[in-house]
């Protein structure tokens, strides 16, 4: 179950998923459960469930096989040191954060700047004559 924590939920179940494969109880090759037994394990929408696949994907943590499921990558043939695919999850970890964080920022912006136009609207510009 995801905690409120103010980590946002997507993040705990990819970082839950992310566990799994490191501990072993998900070995490469092996199907993630479906997105609605996710969403019953997480208790979370299938939206919140897509995001954290979507982070694994990013990740290169899961592949994806059109209407086959997800499966765990087998990362053993990439040549990859562990030190460096931790650092490239937390990094794609900090940019899915970073990416969040500006959508609300963009967000609140055009909230505020949509409150300003209702409370000053704009004075008609006065005409020049002669000109």
Known sequence: MVQRSGRPGYLQIADDLRQQVADGRLAPGDALPS???LREQYDVSAGVVKAAISVLRTEGVVVGQQGKGV???DR????EP???SAQAAEESTVMAQLTEV??????LG????RL??????????ARRSGK
């Open 76 to 79: 053993s043939g990439t040549g």
């Open 35 to 37: 997105t609605a037994q």
């Open 110 to 113: 055009e909230r505020v700047a």
């Open 82 to 84: 562990p030190a460096q």
């Open 102 to 107: 500006l959508g609300a920022v963009r967000e």
């Open 116 to 125: 300003e136009a209702s409370v000053y609207p704009e004075p008609q510009k």
């Open 71 to 73: 499966f765990i990558r």
